[in-house]
């Protein structure tokens, strides 16, 4: 499509975590193929943070393509209050199956952040239900995210983020992240009075990696022996696997290198290889029981005008027979070790910092860069790259890469090759 708009044009978007303060020159992405995005004077940029982690294969995946373009000609759109589909139902059935079927039931929403919202309903309501009243207290993890809305954002870290809200959120436990045994032994005594007072509902985290606070990642056994403790006096244990799950780790879930498992789970982003926004969170039997009463009062009061919408079903259905492909897993495997590979180069240079990798993700720390979110060092990375034909957007000071999937072999090592370059410049 040849398209040229002028600085005038764009004027009208208000763009999400950017400063509206003399935006000019956003590049306008046309068309994508593969790790490609193409923008309107057909410059070809590599997309080194798969479009905020949402893009699993690549861009207009033919198979994801051809599956929302038939469910599109048989049914887009139904209320799901009274009703179903024949994807969601499908869906639903293979979620549960992937997530290693302690789950029974999936309900859908929009993105990540509804996709907790619920889940904190949830797991609050379940104890209300049960006419347990002092059930009432939530536990997060410091540095924490976990999306934009209301009761998402009273569970993350208080930030920059958050600060024009911080007299509206809902008081919570901030714990630290278990970063090692030690750390997680000293939480849950610090805990203990509250334990035992079986005034805790629930605890949210991303399991083995925080995202948005900086790709900060953590052990297995700290954050399993936390699991532990608060499973053992009846506290929801919600994992927030909007980012993590889907592979990113390099297991369908994180969850999956834990021996301990989730109560409920959040999945977004991936879900429909990026194609398309759906939100899902996955309750246990024991949860849903709660719910299963004959008081209607008991019903879960939440839905979305698009819950469980064909078209995004579709294309997570889609997705889910891409990922069941023998090919996929060696891609997969291929993948992480060179991203293994990478983080061992990163961590050889001079200017960089705690160089690590997880799964599909790498990242590291960019030495004199200041760490917030809104730093000039890192627009400034982001612009540099952008002139080499790479898209890469740092957290404050932390550059992450994290390709779609299919990326090829050759562009994989083109782009390890041209940030080694750009960081030893820096
Ligand atoms: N949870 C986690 C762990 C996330 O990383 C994000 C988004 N980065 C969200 C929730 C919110 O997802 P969304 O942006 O789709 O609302």
Same mark, same amino acid.
Do not use: W
């Given at each position: 499509m040849a398209l040229n708009f002028s600085e005038r044009d764009k004027q009208s978007l208000w763009h999400p975590?950017?400063?509206?303060?003399?935006?000019?020159?956003l590049p306008v992405i046309v068309s994508g193929k593969g790790a490609w995005l193409y923008d309107e004077h057909n410059n070809a940029l590599l997309d080194g943070i798969s479009s905020w982690w949402v893009?699993?294969?690549?861009?207009?995946q033919p198979e994801i393509v051809s599956a929302v373009f038939k469910q599109s000609t048989e049914? =887009? %759109?139904?209320?799901f209050a009274g009703f179903s589909h024949p994807q969601a139902i499908l869906l639903a059935e293979r979620l549960i199956k992937l997530a290693g /079927?302690?789950?029974?039931k999936v309900f859908f929403s929009d993105n990540g952040s509804t996709a907790v919202e619920v889940a904190l309903k949830i797991a609050l309501q379940y104890f209300q239900n049960q006419g347990?009243?002092?059930?009432?207290k939530i536990i997060c993890l410091q540095n924490g995210y976990h999306g934009d809305t209301f009761g998402a954002m009273s569970v993350s870290e208080r930030s920059i983020f958050t600060w024009a809200f911080r007299d509206l959120l809902f008081e919570v436990i901030s714990i630290p992240a278990p970063l090692d045994i030690k750390t997680a032994k000293e939480t849950i005594s610090e805990l203990e009075d509250m334990l035992k007072k079986e005034e805790i509902a629930t605890f949210i985290y991303e399991p083995l990696l925080q995202g948005s606070s900086g790709m900060q990642m953590y052990p297995t056994e700290p954050l399993n022996f936390l699991l532990e403790e608060l499973q053992k006096h009846k506290v929801i244990c919600i994992a927030?696997?909007?980012?993590?799950?889907?592979?990113?780790?390099?297991?369908?879930? !994180?969850?999956?290198?834990? =021996?301990h498992q989730p109560d409920i789970i959040c999945l977004s982003k991936a879900l429909t290889g990026g194609f398309l926004p759906l939100g899902a969170t996955l309750v246990t039997p024991a949860i849903y029981e709660a719910f299963? %009463?004959? =008081?209607?009062?008991?019903?879960?009061?939440h839905g979305h005008?698009?819950? !469980?919408?064909p078209l995004a079903c579709a294309a997570a259905n889609a997705t889910i027979s891409l990922l069941q492909q023998p090919n996929t897993l060696t891609t997969l495997k291929n993948y992480c070790s060179k991203q293994q590979d990478f983080a061992q180069d990163l961590g050889k240079?001079?200017?960089?910092?705690?160089a690590r990798h997880l799964g599909m993700v790498v990242a590291a720390e960019i030495e /004199? !860069?200041?760490?917030?979110?809104?730093s000039h060092l890192a627009a400034q990375i982001s612009t540099t790259f952008l002139q080499k034909n790479i898209i890469l957007r740092p957290l404050g000071n932390t550059l992450y890469l994290l390709p779609p999937?299919?990326?090829?072999p050759a562009d994989h090592k083109w782009l390890h090759e041209t940030c080694l370059d750009v960081l030893s410049n820096l």
């Open positions: 975590y950017t400063h509206q303060f003399n935006v000019t020159g893009t699993l294969f690549g861009h207009c049914l =887009e %759109q139904v209320i /079927n302690s789950y029974s347990i009243k002092n059930r009432t927030d696997e909007v980012f993590t799950g889907f592979f990113r780790t390099g297991t369908f879930l !994180a969850s999956h290198q834990l =021996e299963h %009463q004959p =008081e209607k009062r008991k019903m879960l009061f005008s698009f819950t !469980a919408n240079l001079k200017n960089v910092n705690q /004199n !860069a200041r760490s917030d979110y809104t999937l299919f990326i090829t």
